[in-house]
Each structure stands twice: as C-alpha cells, then as structure tokens.
C-alpha cells in the first residue's frame, strides 16, 4: 500500500531537510564541541568524550530535522546555532 501523499515532503523541502540533517547537524555538533573545548583549561578528557557523543549529537540533529515541516526553518534554527557557536568560540580566544 503506497504512502498517503498528504504526508509526503516536496522534493525541495526534502532536500532542505536531507541536507540540514546531514551538513548542518555535523557542522552544529562540530562547534559545539569546539565550544564546550573553548571553556575548559584541561582538553585531554574532550578528546576522548567528543569522539563518543559526537555520533549522538549529531544523530539526534538528523532526527530533529526530519521532524520539522518546513526544510527553511530547520536550517534557520542550524545556522542561528552555527552563529552563537562560532561567537562563543571567537569570544573565549
């Protein structure tokens, strides 16, 4: 039995999602560790922890992308974080 099409994205908004949930998710999951790293004066434990919750972070922000209607907010909202990251990063230098 095929899928109701009332459900179903547009191909545009699936690939806004496809690509928030993959390119946007990694570079979040990235600078938020940068960010936790930024803070701390002792980094030997970061190494070792962002190894392991990088792959959850990053898998629960692909997941969150599929969860939203609109492809444009969920990148919004992943380059709004993308921002106040890279801000903390810039300001803890």
């Not at 095929?2 to 570079?27: C, D, E, M, V």
């Not at 803070?39 to 190494?47: A, R």
């Not at 922000?61 to 919004?76: C, E, H, S």
Request: contains cysteine.
């Amino acid at each position: 039995m095929p899928a109701n099409t009332k459900y179903l994205s547009s191909g545009g908004q699936r690939f806004l999602k496809i690509s928030a949930g993959i390119l946007g998710g990694f570079i979040v999951t990235i600078l938020f560790h940068n960010a936790i790293g930024s803070m701390l004066e002792f980094k030997g434990g970061l190494i070792i922890t962002t190894g392991y919750t990088s792959f959850v972070l990053w898998a629960t922000l692909m997941v969150i992308a599929f969860m939203f209607k609109n492809g444009w907010k969920i990148w919004g909202i992943y380059l709004l974080c993308i921002v106040l990251l890279g801000l903390i990063i810039f300001l803890n230098k």
